[in-house]
């Protein structure tokens, strides 16, 4: 059984490996100082960055957080404080619903209600459509650590006078933290990646921008786009900036394990 069960973790770990490798072997060679800081060279010329990629990922991905990590964690508090309660039901179904809503309807979604109506393409459509896949992401995360902290730490507080809301902030809030904190780490590495919704809602640029109300680009469609192009430049830059992509969704979660690693690692 124990040669069975290192026969089944080696079978999970080796596509990740067998990933990393690939990308390692195609992709390393063409990560340079000019990949950061260049934008592309025109199409058939050698060279060039994606500098308005990575420019573009870090404002979409920092907006959606923005927007989406308040609501998810608020609601989270919520469907874990007043588990009973019918809006809490509701909401919890909703979350289900949407974790499992496939990401290109939610760009569909985001295409109709904000590109259509705007009548143009924008960061902040795509930025929208990211934080509707990360907020039942975060929500069910923050409910789950939010039912690990003991009912004792409720009761000391609420003897000692403190009113309820008082209560989930500095004491339930405070003591499920680091496992909140993990969540929507893990979830801004999942739309990180993302690419059917920014193809609907960002569209794409071949510019620096910073102006989230203007067409963006993102390193997922810079993979997507170039991958299927007709130049071998394309796709080695489309090889470079995937390396580079999981390489940003790793460091998340060494980060999103260390973040739970005083709680949960600590001596007995």
């Known amino acids: 059984m124990v040669g069975l069960l290192l026969l089944c973790v080696a079978l999970a770990v080796l596509p990740l490996l067998a990933i990393l490798g690939t990308l390692v072997v195609k992709g390393a060679s063409s990560i340079n100082l000019a990949f950061f800081t260049q934008l592309p060279k025109p199409p058939g010329e050698a060279g060039g960055g994606v500098v308005h990629a990575i420019v573009g990922t870090l404002l979409m991905v920092g907006t959606a957080a923005l927007i989406g990590m308040p609501v998810g964690i608020a609601a989270g508090i919520l469907t874990a404080e007043w588990q009973g309660s019918r809006l809490a039901i509701v909401t919890r179904f909703i979350a289900d619903v949407l974790n ?16 259509a109506t705007q009548k143009h393409f924008s960061g902040f459509a795509g930025s929208a459509a ?6 039942p992401m975060v929500l069910r995360t923050t409910e789950e650590m939010v039912k690990l902290v003991p009912n004792s730490l409720r009761e000391a507080a609420l003897a000692l006078g403190f009113p309820r809301w008082r209560t989930t902030l500095l004491v339930v809030v405070r003591s499920g933290l680091p496992g909140i904190v993990t969540g929507s780490l893990l979830a801004v590495a999942r739309i990180a990646g993302e690419t ?30 170039y991958g299927l192009g007709p130049y071998e430049d394309w796709h080695r830059l489309a090889w470079a900036t995937s390396l580079v992509l999981i390489l940003v969704v790793l460091v998340l979660s060494i980060a999103a394990r260390f973040a739970t690693r005083r709680r949960f690692d600590a001596p007995r």
Do not use: E
């Open 100 to 115: 499992g809503t496939p990401s290109i309807v939610v760009g569909v979604f985001a295409w109709t209600w904000i590109v």
């Open 196 to 225: 059917a919704p920014l193809l609907f809602t960002a569209l794409g640029s071949q510019y620096l921008n910073v102006n989230l109300n203007r067409p963006m680009a993102a390193l997922p469609l810079v993979v997507f786009t």
């Open 130 to 135: 990211l934080a509707v896949l990360m907020i």
